[in-house]
């Protein structure tokens, strides 16, 4: 479900597909391209790997086209459900990303008229409806009363044979467009395009837009509009492997600077003010953290913090999971975290909140995403791309945001807490971690053979531990659950056994006799148990199986070098098993749709 487009003086194929390749890692259960040249649209629709779609498809010629990889939802995986879709006529051919929610009924009254359709799609209708809208004769004015029918979340790109027309147009799902020399491309996400172009333009909600190879002309409500045109700060570069054998692995090892750019974006040098942007509400009354999976853990986490600090309630939830209840109304802040600032859920919750008076703020990995223009402000981490579906890096980027943001609703507290001078030398922390991996590794070949797996915490501890396990599911496909260590006794006590371990993660903080209790407790029902604790802990290691060490770190710091270690140990883990890190299975990077 990526939509890319490509108009200009190369041959269109090679950079469609190359494009392609750099998406795959995000839906990627077809793929299909279509080309406009002497003869009319050609295309090629392939299921398999992308490998195998491009040896498929490098005869097409021409120098307009579209291309898709598709992440099934509405109809199964089949080369007839792939993208492009065509209308009858075979002159206009369709890529969409999003979902038709009125398909059903659009797709009986174009049956009605005649249209004969060739897939289970929603998408499909798009195609017909602009035909029906007369299309063939003028793509840009029928795109736009087709647009006015369709509902839902939609990115699409639109190629014309009697034209050579390309028309795009977004609504709530992601599109950017990439300014080159004589060239314009078209994708879901900048990284697709990075290695051609250094600026951007993301259009916005209701956006039409025809691109050629000068550009792009934009409307909007029917009039046409100016879009801002934007540098694009990350490089090709950064989406390499650079000798990893994975993303993951790369990223991983990318946090020390991640944490340290991240931190630069609010920590100016002494005596200056704080260069966290203006919030758009300085003195809340409430908190709500919004975010979902990995980055629903950062929101958890900031409960704990912010919570701690600010003597104001503060509260995380699952974005998807938002109910009415959950607003406090005008006066309250909401922030909502997502790397990739297009997670559909999120931003219905923040719509929501929005909805509700509160003022809000986005914490994104990416530039111009969906989410920075709903959200009042934006803090961004400086993770720079992530390319893993298992977020890592962006992850402890959320975390240190976070710190900023206590730095800045409750300085006094957090400048008692030394919050800015862990930062500083957290990445040197995370450093030694990368720099000595062999007990971690060892660990890992340990775990690779059991099914089940509990990793227990107490306090900042447990977000970390249900971060951990995610990790653990999604890449080494090791059922793990993420449990605070005081409720193993209500109930999940009955799993414990010696065939399933339990990571413990052990702080120094007021919880620690009781996780060294809960450790007591655990072993003597059978299962091993690996210890997180500081490597001078002597006490830890004389009641563990295992220890792995992590340096000495103060309480706020400890979540983040606990997450390395779980990050490093799913990975290792997943490699032992066998597993595809980079690409699991049945899992999207980011999930546009609801
Ligand atoms: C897990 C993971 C997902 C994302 C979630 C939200 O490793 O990557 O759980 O955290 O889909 O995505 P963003 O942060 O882009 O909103």
Not at 177 to 189: K, M, P, R
Not at 330 to 345: H, I, K, M, N, R
Not at 368 to 381: K, P, V
Request: proline share 5%; aromatic share 6%; hydrophobic share 40%.
């Amino acid at each position: 479900m990526r939509n890319l487009g490509y108009v200009g003086y190369r041959p269109a194929v090679p950079v469609l597909l190359n494009s392609l390749e750099r998406v795959t890692y995000r839906g990627y259960d077809s793929f299909g391209v279509a080309l406009v040249d002497h003869n009319g649209i050609e295309m090629v629709k392939s299921l398999g790997t992308v490998e195998e779609h491009r040896k498929r498809a490098e005869h097409l010629q021409g120098s307009i086209g579209i291309d898709h990889t598709r992440w099934a939802t509405v109809g199964g995986v089949s080369e007839a459900n792939a993208h492009p879709h065509m209308d009858c006529t075979g002159d206009i051919a369709i890529v969409h990303n999003g979902d038709i929610d009125n398909f059903r009924h659009l797709k009986q009254r174009l049956q009605s008229e005649g249209h004969v359709f060739k897939s289970e799609t929603d998408s499909e209708v798009i195609a017909h409806l602009i035909e029906a809208h007369g299309g063939r004769q003028s793509l840009v004015k029928a795109t736009k009363k087709a647009l006015k029918e369709l509902e839902g979340p939609l990115a699409v790109a639109v190629l014309h044979r009697p034209s050579r027309q390309l028309v795009v147009a977004r609504r709530e799902s992601p599109l950017v467009i990439g300014l080159g020399e004589g060239e314009t491309f078209v994708a879901s996400d900048v990284p697709a395009i990075l290695p051609y172009i250094h600026r951007v333009v993301y259009l916005e909600d209701g956006d039409i837009a025809l691109a050629s190879e000068s550009g792009i002309t934009v409307w909007n409500s029917g009039q046409e509009v100016t879009r801002s045109v934007h540098q694009v700060a990350w490089s090709a570069d950064q989406i390499s492997k650079a000798g990893y054998d994975h993303f993951m692995l790369k990223e991983i090892h990318e946090q020390p600077q991640a944490i340290h750019d991240t931190a630069a974006e609010g920590l100016p040098a002494a005596g200056q003010a704080s260069a966290t942007p203006m919030l758009p509400v300085e003195d809340p009354s409430a908190v709500l953290l919004l975010g979902c999976g990995t980055s629903y853990h950062a929101a958890l986490l900031g409960e704990q913090v912010l919570s701690s600090m600010l003597g104001i309630p503060v509260s995380a939830r699952v974005a998807s999971e938002l109910h009415e209840g959950a607003f406090q109304g005008p006066g309250s802040l909401a922030v909502a975290f997502s790397q990739s600032g297009e997670t559909s859920d999120t931003i219905t919750a923040l719509r929501r909140a929005k909805d509700s008076g509160y003022r809000s703020l986005a914490i994104t990995n990416v530039m111009g995403s969906s989410i920075t223009r709903l959200a009042d402000s934006t803090l961004y981490t400086r993770a720079g791309p992530e390319v893993a579906v298992a977020s890592t890096k962006s992850f402890v980027s959320q975390v240190v945001a976070l710190y900023l943001l206590a730095l800045h609703l409750a300085p006094e507290r957090a400048k008692a807490a030394g919050i800015r001078q862990q930062l500083r030398s957290l990445p040197s922390k995370v450093g030694q971690i990368l720099a000595n991996t062999e007990a971690i590794e060892a660990a890992a070949r340990g775990l690779a053979p059991f099914q089940h797996m509990f990793i227990v915490a107490k306090g900042l501890g447990v977000p970390v531990a249900m971060e951990g396990a995610l990790k653990f599911k999604e890449v080494a496909y090791l059922h793990t659950e993420g449990y605070p260590a005081g409720e193993l006794k209500h109930g999940p006590f009955a799993m414990l056994d010696q065939n399933t371990p339990v990571i413990a993660l052990v702080g120094n903080d007021q919880h620690r006799t009781r996780m060294l209790t809960a450790i007591k407790e655990i072993k003597a029902r059978g299962p091993q148990v690996i210890a997180v604790a500081d490597r001078d802990d002597a006490e830890t290691a004389a009641f563990a199986d295992v220890v792995i060490p992590i340096p000495r770190s103060d309480v706020f710091m400890a979540p983040v070098l606990q997450t390395v270690v779980l990050q490093l140990m799913s990975y290792y883990t997943a490699r032992e098993r066998g597993c595809p890190i980079d690409r699991p299975r049945n899992l999207a990077k980011s999930v546009t749709v609801p």
